[in-house]
């Protein structure tokens, strides 16, 4: 995973005691990559949680927009993006491996009270 090697980019993992890793989500050149959390997991505010430290580390280390590839059946994301701000933006060009992707970007960068 060297994608995430280089300033501002991280990778950050949410485990539990019983379970390891239950959760993942990363930042790398401005984008938000492989966010998940294991359906056993889901709906407890772990990907709310990456999703928040992810933007807090990037506004850590950049002004520029923040952006993530969400694909177009996986509604419970896009749900999470869109009410931490994100707004969409278009869909992804075309590659096949990224069919059905929207582009959902966090144009603001100035610190709202939900951030801290």
């Not at 419970?76 to 959902?104: H, V, Y």
Request: aromatic letters at 6%; charged letters at 20%.
């Amino acid at each position: 995973m060297d994608v995430y090697h280089g300033p501002g980019n991280r990778l950050l993992v949410a485990a539990s005691r019983t379970d390891g890793l239950v959760g993942m989500g990363g930042v790398a050149d401005g984008v938000i990559r492989r966010l998940f959390v294991i359906e056993k997991w889901r709906g407890r505010g772990i990907a709310r949680a990456l999703v928040m430290r992810l933007i807090a580390l990037h506004r850590s280390v950049s002004s520029q927009p923040l952006t993530a590839l969400v694909a177009g059946w996986n509604v419970p994301a896009r749900k999470l993006f869109l009410s931490r701000g994100f707004q969409p933006t278009g869909l992804f060009p075309q590659d096949p491996k990224m069919a059905g992707c929207e582009i959902l970007s966090l144009p603001d960068f100035q610190a709202r009270p939900q951030d801290v």
